[in-house]
Each structure stands twice: as C-alpha cells, then as structure tokens.
C-alpha cells in the first residue's frame, strides 16, 4: 500500500538556524511534493519533486527516486517558517499525505 | 478572489445534526476532492470525484456523502454528525495533465459537540 513517512515528527529551531527534514515513501508513490500549513491551517504548495533538486530562496528539495527518499532543507530559518511541512505523492489517483513535521522557530 | 473556496469558514454543530461543507473553484480542473486533517496526522482522503458524474469513495468515507453539482462545485456532507468527526476539512482541485496542479481551499474547521 501507499506510505510516506517524515522525520523528525517535531523541531524546534533558533531562527538563522538551517534545519532537514526528510520523507521516506514506498514504491507505489509517485510525484513526490511538500507542502507547509501554516498556523492559520492554509496549505501552500513549496515544492513539486519527484526527482533530483530544485531550490526556491532559502527552500530546497531533493528526492533520490531510485532510494524512496526525499529531503527538504530550510536555510536561515525565520518565525514565518513555524507550521507543519508535509510530504505528499501521488497513489492511483490522488495524493497521499504524511503525517508531517511540525516546525517551530524561536527568535 | 481565491481559486478554491470552501464554506464556511468554521462551524460548531451538535451530534446528529446534519450538515453540509460546500466547495467551489474557478481553476476550470474536472477533478475534485475532500480531505479531512485531524490533529498529529496527515490529510486523509474521504471522497473524490474526476467529473460531474463520477464519484469514488477514498480512505475514511463511513459517515459522509458528497454531491458533485457542477464542474466548479462540490459539497460534502456529514448525515448526522457525531464528535469523532470534529477535524478541518479541506477541499482540492487538481488538473490531470499536471500531476503537481493541486490547489486547496483554506479549509472549514468542523466542530461537533
């Protein structure tokens, strides 16, 4: 069945901080994505990735298909990152989310 | 105006109680879908629907019914609320040409006492 897995399930940075968070998936996920809900519930769309690396500002995203895996770095943190970041792919025919990572930066 | 807007916003209703969560969309995407969010766990899929006349059920559809009324709309609706469906409830659309086009209302935040 479908499974994506994210670690770590809670961190807590000090802003400027850079932090990785990381998203297994099983072999029937597809079209790896990260989205971040912020604390108001709004989810955003961060990254499309189903393979190699992409970076948007102080956000990059890789995922090395061949070994399930994807990673989400976040560089010089700031308060605004604070929320939860998912990983999500794509099963038959909708997404599967992971149960997230919920980030909190401190000033 | 947003792309997916879902309502209401936030509601508090009372165990049997039926009631309805509506979604429509301007993105113009024949595909829809309804999410339920509960606390510490991802997005669970609850129904989804590829066209006007096309309905699936998805994970967690026990205790919810949908209509698609048009392209642009889709409700969802809880025939008699119980407290174990107290979550946010989010609604999507996605374009099957662009396997990452999911766009998602701002969610309606579902409160059963």
């Known amino acids: 069945g479908i499974q994506v897995e994210q670690s770590p399930p809670d961190l807590i940075l000090q802003e400027g901080a850079n932090s990785t968070l990381r998203c297994n998936f099983s072999d029937s996920v597809n079209n790896l994505q990260w989205f971040h809900q912020n604390p108001w519930g709004q989810l955003i769309n961060l990254f499309y990735?189903?393979?190699g690396t992409k970076q948007n500002g102080r956000l990059s995203a890789t995922t090395v298909a061949t070994e399930r895996y994807s990673l989400l770095y976040i560089s010089s943190s700031q308060t605004t990152d604070s929320g939860v970041y998912f990983c999500a792919g794509t099963g038959a025919n909708n997404l599967f989310f992971g149960t997230g990572t919920r980030l909190t930066v401190i000033p | 105006d947003a792309d997916v807007t879902q309502t209401p916003r936030n509601r508090i209703t009372k165990t049997g109680k039926r009631i309805m969560l509506e979604c429509s969309q301007t993105k113009g995407h024949d595909r829809m879908y309804w999410y339920r969010q509960d606390p510490g766990l991802g997005l669970r899929l609850i129904y989804y629907s590829f066209d006007v006349k096309d309905i699936n059920k998805g994970e967690i559809s026990d205790g919810y019914s949908v209509s698609r009324q048009a392209q642009a709309k889709f409700s969802l609706s809880l025939e008699s609320a119980i407290p174990n469906q107290t979550a946010l409830y989010f609604c999507a659309t996605s374009d099957p040409g662009r396997a990452h086009g999911y766009t998602f209302g701002s969610g309606t935040r579902l409160t059963v006492v």
């Open positions: 990735i189903p393979s």
